[in-house]
């Protein structure tokens, strides 16, 4: 450094002239007299890159985050802006108690987006002329339609190359009924648990034959499902529709049938005044093993009303003690707050196990302090009570 600082300023110009511009810029940091040297060099050299490197710059772009205070109208503005600079993907989350949000028209027939999610306090008022052409992913999460006709024209037409749509219906009841035809849908998601204003009237209409991946879940059994279209390609289906069995009070359930834990699980919650659970295997010889699978007994959100309330008396024919059955079992007995009686019957287990099983069964907690347990095998002179 001490040799180059030696030499002449028109020396070092010279230098300076063959190196990048940025270098040179750079060499102002060295010391005093380096400082403003740069700004005699003859020549610099500046390159635009930015064609090459305009998706880097619009991905910065298209990130903007409004803060709490930020009214209907600035979101409206930040909208417009975003569709005259290009953007492609749109999310907007607004939570207001006063002001619906609408969406500007102009959004409505932009052909740049691709992804477009809603969510909350927005109100969605579709013009005639809707046409999104490049959207591949629509989100709608507790928005609400102005109209039915608002729906039909967005999801029957507006999108005509949609791949995935989520529909979250869990705040409100908007549209009641709505018509989904897209010939390009592949992923469906639809979650209805709005309990509120339930109507029997409510229709979803699916028309998708290039679906692969079905996902509804309706908890407030608010209508009906109608898939109007076959669906060749469908790989996966989870439909969760709720139907109650209201005046159901007395259960038999096989229990040596795959999956026959999710459906009990399923019948407990669907039957609130339910008074009598029996489950049964089949008899000797006709038996027939399930392949026992974990079920998240101590895990489950809620306990089935009737459980609470109503269950007075649980019996299990053929128990084996396995731990599946046991995790049951114990779930039944914490829960059971007006349990009278539960009784198990192990027909097909040695002698010697019978103790065993019943002394699990009587260490168990039981929610209601009036429960007797009961177990029994033949011949019914061996009784155990509790």
């Known amino acids: 450094m001490d040799m180059i600082s030696r030499l002449s300023d028109d020396l070092l110009l010279k230098i300076l002239s063959s190196l990048p511009t940025k270098d040179v810029v750079s060499t ?56 005259a600079r290009r953007v492609r993907k749109l999310k907007i989350h607004c939570y207001t108690d006063d002001d619906d949000i609408f969406l500007p028209s102009c959004l409505y027939t932009y052909n740049n987006l691709e ?29 609400e339609f ?18 995935e749509f989520v529909l979250d219906k869990s705040e409100n009841v908007s549209p009641p009924c709505f018509y989904l035809e897209v010939p390009s849908l592949q992923r469906l998601s639809i979650l209805d648990t709005y309990l509120e204003g339930n109507d029997s009237d409510v229709k979803v209409v699916i028309k998708t034959p290039s679906l692969r991946y079905l996902n509804v879940v309706d908890k407030c059994d608010s209508g009906l499902l109608f898939l109007s279209e ?13 139907v109650e069995f209201n005046q159901l009070v007395h259960l038999e359930l096989c229990s040596s049938v795959e999956k026959w834990c999710e459906l009990l699980n399923w019948m407990l919650e669907s039957s609130p005044k339910l008074k009598v659970l029996k ?7 006709r038996f027939v093993y399930a392949k026992h699978i974990e079920y998240p007994w101590g895990k489950l959100s809620s ?28 779930y039944i007995l914490r829960h059971a707050k007006r349990l009278k009686s539960a009784k198990i019957s192990m027909w097909d287990l040695d002698c010697e196990d019978e ?24 011949p019914r002179s061996n009784w155990y009570e509790s």
């Not at 992804?115 to 709608?140: F, R, Y």
């Not at 076959?230 to 709720?242: K, T």
């Not at 489950?279 to 010889?285: G, I, M, T, V, Y």
């Not at 009303?305 to 046991?326: D, S, V």
């Open 230 to 242: 076959n669906m060749p390609d469908m790989v996966v289906a989870n439909i969760q529709h709720r």
């Open 146 to 163: 102005r109209n039915e006709e608002s729906a039909r024209r967005l999801l029957s037409g507006g999108c005509p190359v949609l791949e």
């Open 28 to 83: 102002m940091l060295l010391s005093k007299r380096w400082k403003f040297l740069w700004t005699m060099v003859p020549a610099l050299y500046f390159q635009n890159d930015f064609e090459s490197s305009k998706d880097d710059y619009a991905k910065f772009r298209q990130h903007l985050r409004l803060g709490w205070h930020s009214t209907t109208d600035d979101i409206t503005i930040w909208i417009k802006i975003a569709v």
């Open 303 to 330: 306990v089935p009303e009737c459980l609470l309330l109503h269950l007075n008396t649980f019996g299990w024919n053929f128990y084996n003690g396995c731990r599946e059955e046991k995790k049951m079992v114990a």
């Open 279 to 285: 489950l049964n295997k089949c008899k000797p010889h």
């Open 115 to 143: 992804v477009l999610k809603l969510g909350n306090s927005i109100v969605l008022d579709v013009p005639e002329d809707v046409c999104l052409p490049s959207l591949k992913t629509l989100h709608l999460l507790c928005v």
């Open 355 to 378: 103790p065993h099983i019943f002394t699990e069964w009587r260490s168990f907690h039981r929610a209601s302090k009036l429960c007797q347990l009961l177990s029994e095998r033949e």
